[in-house]
């Protein structure tokens, strides 16, 4: 069959190109911004990519065209796949139909660290010589691809509540039907599609409603506003995360040190284990206890988890080392939340110390720039010694009251080189710089490189 994406490079779509042409379908996709990483790893698994939308995309006659959910009626090729009557569907469905129908789904939802614990929880099988499909929004270190068709039965994926497509505005996750739930954390992001928390809550119970009461429902216990999910109705076994608790039921993480690289793990009062780990934050402890709760579930011991996660090695750009330059290092990082945003840094403190961080932010996902989280956004960067603020041409609100609320110890640019020429004014060897956008930033990565080259 032959397959046309439209929406192809974005981290989701680029996972159902990879997996289709894995089971053998001939692939072929569109998309208005075509760039690495994606770009390269669709092209290097012989799928053809098309820039733009034009309908003379689809002059090559594909036996179906997959929507992404950046897609909206009035885009030309969109108007074309209607009036040519070509076969379509979205991203979700096609998965669920062709992929996760006969296999034991393993979902990881959330408003923060899908992807990573989606990438713990896919490693741990894998360690454990089971060889799961995922589809992952990010490139795992440990696997090089961010989709993977895999052996029966097992399959990781990650579960987004962002809507599914413009003919199907539920979230994407109620199509995967999981046997094992992961709900990691809940707030409110996404203010393009949802009004409140209470309408992603709703989302939340609808997935809920999926599991199966022979499944389970790991969720974490320091989010509220996934108990109140859960009160909705649940039918399900729960096993809840707890971080230096006294909890005797549950999932537990205590011994904690102070950038969260080693903890001990104890499930049900009984000490499973100490962890070591190259990852940091008081976020990745619970994405790990998850990954290995969920995996247990799938049959791998608690003890082979742990170790699974000692070689575990991240994804690219979750706080990725991208380069060490003159004794500087630089850091390529995804987080586009304030919550996130602190988490990382908190981390990120408790392992440098009193060394100096300078953190470069580009408030790039829709949330962000709508402004719904700029009240917060000065208090999440508080453990930054510099920040520097990109303000887009096309933001809804003006970032110079985030720079006033840090103190002086923030500035504001509208130019890229400006800002990199800023930074290199004042860098010294032993600082660390974190890059924090969900998209290229005016290539601003290549250009901090030269630049420290240059110190």
Not at 143 to 160: C, I, K, M
Not at 342 to 354: D, N
Not at 368 to 379: F, P, S, V, W, Y
Request: aromatic share 8%.
């Amino acid at each position: 069959m032959h397959i046309h994406i439209l929406g192809i490079c974005g981290t989701f779509m680029g996972g159902i190109a990879l997996l289709a042409r894995q089971a053998g379908h001939q692939v072929s996709g569109s998309d208005e911004n075509v760039y690495p990483p994606m770009s390269t790893q669709l092209a290097d698994q012989g799928i053809e990519l098309m820039q733009g939308f034009d309908p003379s995309h689809l002059d090559n006659e594909p036996d179906m065209v997959v929507v992404g959910n950046v897609m909206s009626r009035g885009n030309p090729i969109i108007e074309a796949v209607l009036n040519r009557g070509i076969a379509y569907t979205s991203g979700p469905q096609w998965l669920s139909e062709y992929v996760l129908h006969d296999r034991w789904v393993l979902a990881v939802a959330g408003t923060h660290g899908k992807t990573s614990t989606s990438s713990m929880l896919a490693w741990i099988l894998e360690d454990a010589g089971l060889s799961p499909g995922y589809l992952i929004g990010g490139i795992p270190k440990n696997f090089g691809l961010s989709a993977r068709f895999g052996d029966a039965p097992f399959f990781v994926v990650e579960a987004d509540e962002y809507d599914t497509a413009f003919f199907d505005k539920r979230s994407k996750f109620v199509h995967y039907h999981p046997r094992t739930l992961v709900m990691n954390n809940l707030e409110f992001d996404h203010a393009d599609i949802f009004e409140d928390l209470a309408a992603i809550q709703k989302q939340f119970h609808h997935l809920v409603r999926t599991v199966p009461g022979q499944g389970l429902i790991v969720s974490n216990a320091q989010a509220p506003a996934l108990d109140e999910v859960l009160d909705k109705g649940c039918w399900t076994p729960v096993e809840k995360l707890y971080l230096n608790s006294m909890q005797r039921q549950g999932w537990n993480a205590r011994d904690i040190s102070a950038d969260g690289s080693s903890f001990s793990i104890y499930f049900d009062d009984e000490k499973q284990g100490e962890l070591s780990w190259d990852q940091l934050g008081m976020h990745n402890i619970c994405n790990g206890l998850a990954a290995i709760a969920a995996a247990r579930h799938a049959g791998v011991p608690v003890k082979h988890g742990i170790d699974a996660l000692t070689r575990f090695e991240g994804v690219k750009r979750r706080l990725e080392l991208r380069a060490d330059i003159n004794g500087v290092r630089l850091y390529d990082d995804f987080a586009h939340h304030p919550t996130a945003i602190e988490t990382t840094l908190s981390g990120m403190r408790g392992r440098v110390g009193e060394q100096r961080i300078h953190v470069l932010l580009e408030p790039r996902s829709n949330t962000m720039r709508m402004g719904i989280h700029k009240q917060q956004l000065a208090a999440s960067l508080q453990q930054a010694d510099s920040v520097y603020m990109f303000q887009p041409q096309d933001i809804g609100w003006d970032l110079q009251q985030v720079c006033t609320q840090l103190s002086g110890k923030a500035a504001l640019f509208d130019d890229v080189d400006a800002m990199v020429a800023a930074l290199q004014a004042t860098i010294k060897s032993g600082d660390h710089i974190i890059v924090m956008s969900n998209g290229g930033f005016g290539g601003i990565h290549a250009k901090l490189e030269k630049a420290l080259d240059q110190l």
